[in-house]
């Protein structure tokens, strides 16, 4: 591998803890916009995107100082003829000027979020029952949820980490993204957030980043760095039971600590056939940490 991007842990600029996944009272959620926002602000969060179901984005409510809220929509639309296959499209960055038509094909609700300057993922694959081919065949959406806490809390399916590995071994250049999905703000409440590098708390500098994979994700293990160094890829974190280095099919590597133990570092030599590889630590309460890919040169 070689001619690997750069990682956020080699960048300037300041680490925000997001949500980019949360449902208010102008749909299914049971708070109110402001409340949503304000229950992030005290968990710690600086950015939070609010994604209300339907066809158009919402005015985006008046929020506290240090925090950023991104307005958003999720917009459903069928994947294919099948019934139960159904995208579920995050538009990040939208306000009450968007909107699409109950007619729009899914790849159109797409391309009008990158005209309208704002960007979309591919929400809770595995909950939707997306195939591999639904999600490399939508051009232009920069990730899917790895994790969703709504998801997996309600019925076990908000870990797509398969799909995301399917995705990526089609060489189809997708983030994991770690959200809540939140509607009762109880159980699907701060289960699972993107750390995020952005030069600045604005909605551009932080869609920027987002567009450029300068996160990582997690449901509670820190990622303290990770970089490529020749061709070695080296990660610290808090302590964890594994730390796995996901590549394309039976390559890779996982490094347990064995029964009871922790460790906080690993390393992995890159093969020349590795397409990508990812990392993915697990800590001894069983939560994951999700880095993005880095990627060989073609
Ligand atoms: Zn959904
Ligand atoms: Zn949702």
């Known amino acids: 591998m070689g001619g690997i991007l750069k990682t956020p842990f080699e960048i300037g600029g300041r680490w925000f803890k997001c949500n980019f996944h949360s449902h208010s009272t102008r749909s299914d959620g049971r708070l109110a916009p402001e409340e949503v926002c304000e229950r992030y602000r ?142 009762h703000y ?34 509670g293990p820190e990622i303290l760095d990770c970089r490529v160094r020749g061709d070695e890829i080296y990660i610290t974190t808090s302590p964890v039971r594994s730390i796995a280095f996901v590549a394309h099919h039976s390559g890779g590597m996982q490094v347990n600590a064995g029964p009871g133990g922790l460790i906080s570092e690993a390393r992995y030599t890159l093969r020349p056939e590795d397409r990508y590889v990812r990392v993915e630590c697990v800590d001894g309460l069983g939560r994951t940490a999700w880095t993005n890919p880095v990627w060989a040169a073609e």
Not at 190 to 206: D, E, M, N, P, Q
């Open 186 to 219: 109880t159980y699907d409440f701060g289960g699972g957030w993107v750390l995020l590098k952005a030069a600045a708390l604005t909605r551009a500098a932080v869609l920027t980043a987002l567009r450029t994979g300068m996160f990582y994700s997690t449901c």
């Open 42 to 183: 005290q968990a710690g969060y600086q950015v939070v995107a609010l994604t209300d179901h339907g066809l158009r984005g919402y005015p985006t409510p008046k929020t506290s100082e240090g925090m950023l809220v991104i307005g958003s929509a999720e917009i459903s639309v069928k994947a294919g003829e099948q019934p139960f296959r159904e995208y579920h499209l995050i538009i990040l960055g939208v306000d009450e000027e968007f909107s699409v038509s109950n007619r729009a094909s899914a790849q159109q609700i797409v391309d009008a979020a990158q005209s309208a300057g704002a960007l979309s993922f591919i929400a809770h694959p595995y909950w939707s029952g997306l195939v591999d081919s639904d999600i490399v065949a939508l051009k232009g959406v920069i990730g899917l949820e790895v994790f969703n806490a709504g998801c997996e809390y309600e019925i076990a399916k908000g870990i797509s980490r398969v799909h995301w590995d399917n995705a990526l071994a089609q060489k189809f250049p997708v983030y994991g993204l770690a959200v809540d999905d939140g509607h």
